[in-house]
């Protein structure tokens, strides 16, 4: 009987030594999670970033909306697309490299 009591110990020792050995150093442990930490991290900054850049977006289209256009931002907007300018205005033009 201590024989099987012994048997049963040294099985259950290996299995537990098995699971442990790949809960620390297997492809799903430890080294794992530290790099998927990693991972979360580096998206949480790249997720914050893509927010700001967001709501600078919607803070333009909410002035322009036909509720709350901002006047400047109008002129602004039409001088640079029409090309426009006033009489008395100062014309700079810059060099602009056309992508092929």
Same mark, same amino acid.
């Given at each position: 009987?201590?024989?099987? @009591?012994? #048997?049963?110990?040294?099985?259950?020792?290996? +299995?537990?030594?098995?699971?442990?050995?790949?809960?620390? /150093?297997?492809?799903?442990?430890?080294?794992?999670?530290?790099?998927?930490? #990693?991972?979360?991290?580096? +998206?949480?900054?790249?997720?914050?970033?893509?927010?700001? @850049?967001?709501? /600078? +977006?919607?803070? /333009? #289209?909410?002035? !322009?909306?036909?509720?709350? &256009?901002?006047?400047?931002? !109008?002129?602004? +907007?039409?001088?640079? @697309?029409?090309?426009?300018?006033?009489?008395?205005?100062?014309?700079?033009?810059?060099?602009?490299? &056309?992508?092929?």
């Amino acid at each position: 009987m201590r024989r099987f @009591d012994f #048997v049963v110990t040294c099985v259950c020792c290996a +299995l537990l030594g098995y699971f442990g050995w790949h809960a620390y /150093k297997g492809p799903r442990g430890f080294p794992y999670r530290d790099g998927l930490v #990693v991972k979360v991290a580096s +998206l949480q900054d790249k997720f914050e970033g893509m927010q700001k @850049d967001r709501a /600078k +977006l919607e803070s /333009k #289209v909410t002035l !322009l909306r036909p509720e709350s &256009i901002d006047p400047d931002l !109008l002129d602004e +907007l039409a001088r640079g @697309d029409l090309e426009l300018a006033k009489p008395n205005d100062v014309v700079a033009f810059t060099a602009q490299k &056309i992508s092929e």
